[in-house]
């Protein structure tokens, strides 16, 4: 979302960002941004301070997206969104209301109609696509496409079955746990039913390519911006001169320990194994804090340098960046595609784990997942990484089949957003003509009554041939007699 508001910025667009809670992202300073309070009984907030989500707190159960914890927080963003009288007035002077969709839709949606503002949505969760293409009927057929996080080994009889549950499984679990929640905390109930929000917006927009999702619906109102906003040319000299002082190549570290996404023991795991190599470690890090070394650990080789933020962009373009490490989310997944850049993914999150797969089935990295992170896995899939060239060749193919398009995601974005507010009451999408259920979409009520049709007249002709059985029988024994 920073990205869109610098890129909507820098063409002369007046950009006004709301955010809730401690501001994470650093913007321009012409770009306003106004923070929202963050709800006491806020459980990610304590204090003011996010506390992030570690390795192990997706729990059974919940593997569909986020901990309990992170929901809870998004219903109290909602409550506080509808509580603040000045971010509804802030909205209806608008032209246009970009807003994320998933576990935001239902406050956000709500206040777009009441203001009659033309809203475009933002998906920026692989996890919380499949609830969006529920809401606008685009969802992909249910016999091929697993429901995410999972995964189809085969689609035979008990795998599809075994999808549609999950299907339900998890429309039921998102209402339970987001969407009645959410309901409850408008001050201004809506007339409108959830899908019906959704059909009035103006446009979607999906932070990822079809590059590296080949399931995104194909609609003209939903527009992929994958690598949007890249930027070189703004390397400073603090990260320009290792890079350049070191002939080996840098490898880039992308994770900031204080988030407690991957974990401490993680950390110390990933720069042990770093210390001992050759290269230049650009490490993002808030606070410089020297590598953990153990007595049995040789002399650290490696040259680290902690910089709290980093040209990422730049570095990835920089002959001499070698390697890519970090959570995998959407951003670095589509930067390192962007550049071409080698992968290794310690994803946590669900959403990550998704990314961090189709980056290993692309052939562009390896993934090991951040809770089985461990010295000899770390090292080994460093040297393959660095040591095999088909990762940098098939990094560079993609990056090609990135380039090769009409229109650069900046340009998609900005033709997509700016056209709304050209056309502010052109709606590409439509109400469904008829409220046909799952099941009824993939005609298998016409499946099931041809089959009922079939049986009945098949047990129709056993009938008659056990009741002609005995005359037939019959006259047979009377002609051998």
């Known amino acids: 979302m920073s990205a869109m508001a610098e890129l909507l910025h820098d063409t002369g667009h007046d950009v006004t960002v709301i955010i809730y809670g401690p501001r994470r992202s650093a913007y321009t300073g012409d770009v306003e941004v106004l923070e929202i309070p963050t709800a006491e009984d806020d459980p990610m907030f304590p204090g003011g301070v996010g506390t992030g989500m570690t390795a192990g707190e997706v729990k059974d159960g919940l593997e569909w997206a986020v901990s309990g914890r992170v929901v809870r927080s998004r219903v109290c963003a909602c409550r506080q969104l509808n509580e603040q009288t000045w971010v509804e007035e802030r909205m209806s002077t608008a032209s246009l209301i970009v807003t994320p969709l998933f576990l935001h839709d239902v406050c956000t949606l709500s206040v ?110 939903v527009v992929p911006i994958g690598a949007i906003n890249i930027q070189p040319g703004l390397m400073a000299k603090d ?89 995998c989310g959407e951003s670095e997944v589509m930067a390192a595609v962007y550049f071409g850049s080698p992968l290794l ?46 990762y940098r060749e098939r990094g560079r193919q993609l990056g090609e089949e990135l380039h090769d398009q009409p229109l650069s995601p900046d340009d998609r974005l900005l033709f997509t957003l700016e056209r709304v507010m050209r056309k502010p009451h052109s709606r590409l999408f439509r109400k469904r003509i008829t409220q046909l259920t799952l099941l009824q979409r993939g005609n298998a009520d016409i499946y099931l009554l041809l089959l009922l049709l079939l049986t009945v007249v098949s047990g129709l002709l056993i009938y008659l041939l056990l009741a002609l059985l005995p005359f037939i029988m019959a006259k047979t024994k009377h002609k051998k007699d």
């Open 345 to 390: 993914c310690l994803p946590v999150t669900a959403d990550q784990h998704l990314a961090a797969t189709q980056v290993q089935k692309w052939g562009l990295g390896v993934t090991i997942p951040a809770s089985e992170v461990a010295v000899e896995r770390v090292k080994a899939a460093i040297q393959t990484l660095l040591g095999d060239r088909k």
């Open 239 to 327: 990260v320009l001169v290792p890079a350049l002082l070191n002939r080996a190549g840098v490898v880039t570290v992308s994770m900031r320990a204080g988030e407690a996404w991957v974990g401490p023991e993680a950390h110390s795991t990933l720069r042990r194994v770093l210390q001992s190599t050759s290269y230049v470690i650009l490490w993002r890090e808030e606070a410089p804090s020297p590598p953990a070394t153990a007595t049995q650990d040789p002399p650290p080789t490696a040259k680290f340098a902690y910089k709290p933020e980093m040209p990422v962009s730049d570095i990835l373009n920089h002959p001499r960046h070698r390697l890519l490490i970090s959570c």
């Open 112 to 221: 777009g109609g009441r203001v009659g503002v033309p809203v475009v949505g933002v998906v920026t969760s692989r996890v919380g696509a499949w609830w969006v293409w529920e809401q606008l009927d685009l969802l992909p057929p249910l016999s091929t496409h697993p429901v995410p996080p999972h995964t189809m080994d085969d689609f035979g009889l008990w795998s599809r079955l075994a999808n549609l549950a999950r299907h339900y499984g998890y429309l039921s679990t998102i209402r339970q746990s987001w969407q009645v929640p959410a309901t409850t905390t408008l001050t201004v109930p809506s007339k409108e039913t959830l899908s019906d929000l959704y059909q009035s917006l103006a446009g979607v927009v999906v932070a990822w390519d079809p590059i590296l999702d080949p399931t995104l619906p194909t609609h003209p109102a």
